[in-house]
């Protein structure tokens, strides 16, 4: 049980952000743009959490927030999940110059750090919820396909797929069959923990203004806006970056019981 608790506390945290932001799709306290509220308004009544700067109710901030956020972390880890796996198998059954060529072009995805390359990416474009999205997405790919191509070259290595192909089984039925089912296990638990690093990078991106642009308030867009004023009204500061933490503690934790699930071992030695 004791080895559960974690994976569940897990679950719970993902699972308090993930109804928030479901509710802001079919409820808010007050309309995103509505500034009626007074500036830097304390917590009371009518404002639960206050306002910001420019009078928009908090509380409408932040859930606004979880949703972009999961918006920005799921479709970076489908852009990213898709691109590497598929870079990865492709590496994983090339021969032998082209599986170094494809080494070396994800050696340099990765040597990139993740935060300059989605940087980069949203420089060509513009600052939307779009580019976010495809930005890291391109970021993590690479991890990931690395990560593919180790555990395809590993499957590829076992009796059962000799006994596959021996039988007269196609490439394409090998995937289908023998290399994705044994897989996956471990990719669900790196995407996982990619998902956490997409949130604190979408953060990072609104932070530095190259976010989901005005009035998508992400919640490194409204730490970026509060810290002139941290001193005065710190809930501006404190609520975003205690939901951020919440959210990326709860996917870890729910990435350490995949893995858990994927690995019996480690299970049975807790």
């Not at 489908?78 to 059954?93: D, I, P, R, Y």
């Not at 082209?98 to 474009?125: E, H, N, Q």
């Not at 509060?226 to 951020?244: D, E, F, S």
Request: glycine share 10%; hydrophobic share 55%; charged share 15%.
């Amino acid at each position: 049980m004791s080895g559960r608790a974690p994976f569940v506390a897990g679950c719970v945290l993902v699972g308090a952000v993930v109804a928030v932001a479901v509710v802001s799709l079919v409820w808010l306290p007050y309309d995103p743009a509505d500034t009626s509220g007074g500036r830097l308004a304390p917590p009371g009544g009518e404002h639960l959490l206050g306002t910001d700067k420019l009078g928009r109710d908090l509380l409408t901030q932040l859930m606004v927030g979880a949703r972009i956020a999961l918006t920005v972390g799921i479709g970076s880890v489908l852009v990213g999940g898709l691109l590497g796996v598929a870079a990865g198998l492709v590496a994983g059954f090339a021969t032998r110059w082209l599986d170094d060529a494809l080494s070396a072009a994800l050696d340099i995805v990765i040597a990139f750090p993740t935060l300059l390359l989605a940087m980069l990416v949203v420089a060509a474009r513009e600052a939307s919820l779009g580019s976010a999205i495809l930005a890291i997405g391109v970021a993590m790919s690479g991890v990931v396909a690395r990560l593919t191509r180790v555990l395809v070259k590993r499957v590829l290595t076992q009796d059962y797929v000799t006994a596959s192909r021996t039988s007269g089984a196609s490439w394409p039925r090998v995937v289908a069959e023998h290399v994705l089912p044994n897989i996956w296990p471990t990719l669900l638990v790196n995407l996982a923990l990619q998902l956490g690093l997409a949130v604190l990078a979408e953060a990072a991106l609104s932070y530095l203004g190259l976010g989901p642009p005005p009035p998508n308030a992400s919640w490194g867009r409204l730490l970026q806006e509060a810290q002139a004023t941290v001193l005065t009204t710190p809930t501006g500061a404190i609520a975003p970056g205690v939901l951020l933490v919440v959210l990326v503690v709860g996917v870890n934790l729910v990435a350490d019981g995949f893995r858990d699930l994927a690995d019996p071992t480690r299970r049975s030695s807790r």
